[in-house]
Every structure is written in C-alpha cells, then in structure tokens.
C-alpha cells in the first residue's frame, strides 16, 4: 500500500520567507510525528499528534515553528520568517500503534534557506 | 534514555557479514536497543530491537551482551543496498508514544 508521502521533495527559499510543508500519513495511521535532520546531524525531534489530542509541541525549536493535523490525516509544517539554520531534511512518520518500531517515515523534505 | 557510542563508519565486502557495533554502558533495565538504518534520500527504516535476548528477523540479527552494556547488529549476508547509516538507539517505552533521537550513527559502505 502506499507509505507515508511529503511535499515538497526540495524547497529553496530566502531568509525571511515562510514555508509550509506537507505530510499525508499512511491512510488509518492515527500517530504522526515531525522530526528535523540537519546536514551529518541525527534526527531531532518536533512536533507529535495523536488523534484529537493536543499535540506535544515540545521539540518545536521556536515560536516561528508550528503545525497543524486536519481532519486527522494530512498535516502541514509551517516554518515562519525562515533563518539559514532552519536548512535541513524535515521528516514526517505516521504510526498506528504507539510502539517506537511501528513509525513508518516519509522521504523527507530538504528545505534549504539563502 | 541511555547515549549510545558507535563506529563513524565501516565497510563490509557484498556478501560477507556486517557485524555494527554499538556501546551503551549507562543503559537502564527497562530501556530497549534499537537499530535503524537510513539509506541516502530516504526516511529512517526500523530494522530490530530487542530487551535481553538475542533477536533475529528477516532483515537482520542483535546480540546483546549479557550485562547489556554493548551490542552488535549483524547483517549475514550484505548487499549493495545494505549501504546506509545505521543507527543504534536506546529509550524506555512509554505507553503513550515515543520520539525517536538519533545521534551520528555508523556509515556503512558495502563493496563489491
């Protein structure tokens, strides 16, 4: 069946604009996590929501990070007034069961800042 | 959750065993080993975990030593598209959800 998909697969932008990146989870899949991957860097943790439950924005590494899930499925990461750090691989990974080995990840999207 | 030290990298002949090495010397006797892999341009792929037993799947093996402080993901036959960073990670299950944090991880190279 199809997995989890991101759009854009690349997305170049210049400091200060605003990005949105989208995440469709795998279809039933009620857990959906962002994560963030900066060049030769490990995965870093963002943003996770669970059904209709508040999300745990704990990871979001500031104000001009945020995301929202509608309806349950699709969710989009929506980076404000973008900073040449922000450049990274953004992950999503949706899962069914709560379990650490049931989170099946996206491409990606590599978003780099000039 | 406990930190885990590995090998920046390693190369392994195609068809030979890759034998990845992992130390976790503060793990707790409720934290897990995790080993994931990622394969240049993909997302992470799960490939085993295990508690304190060893543990094999169709993918790979994980043997754990008996104090738990280190532990060897093998892979018995590489291949080619074995070719990734493979990350060993260990955290405690919580009921709810786990976030996954990764740190550097080992570069493998297989070779023909």
């Known amino acids: 069946g199809a997995g989890v998909s991101q759009s854009p697969s690349n997305k170049v932008t210049e400091k200060g604009k605003d990005v949105e990146l989208r995440c469709d989870p795998i279809s039933g899949h009620t857990a959906l996590y962002w994560y963030r991957q900066s060049l030769g860097q490990g995965l870093e943790f963002l943003i996770y929501f669970q059904g209709n439950s508040a999300p745990d924005k704990s990871g979001l590494p500031s104000d001009r990070f945020s995301a929202e899930r509608t309806g349950g499925s699709v969710s989009t990461l929506t980076i404000q007034r973008t900073q040449q750090e922000d450049s990274a691989v953004y992950l999503c990974?949706?899962?069914?069961?709560?379990?650490?080995?049931?989170?099946?990840f996206g491409p990606g999207t590599r978003l780099t800042v000039l | 959750d406990a930190k885990t030290t590995q090998p920046p990298s390693m190369d392994c002949a195609e068809g030979r065993a890759a034998n990845l090495p992992c130390n976790h010397s503060?793990?707790?006797?409720?934290?897990?080993v995790y080993w994931y892999r990622q394969i240049h341009s993909q997302g992470p792929q799960y490939i085993i975990h295990?508690?304190?037993n060893n543990e094999t799947n169709e993918m790979a093996s994980l043997i754990i030593t008996e104090d738990r402080k280190s532990s060897t993901l093998i892979l018995p036959h590489a291949t080619l598209r074995d070719t990734a960073v493979y990350y060993c990670i260990v955290l405690a299950l919580s009921g709810g959800y786990n976030k996954l944090i990764f740190g550097a991880g080992t570069r493998l190279a297989v070779h023909p």
């Open positions: 503060t793990i707790s006797g409720n934290e897990y």
């Open positions: 990974a949706s899962s069914f069961l709560p379990g650490p080995d049931t989170q099946y």
């Open positions: 295990g508690l304190k």
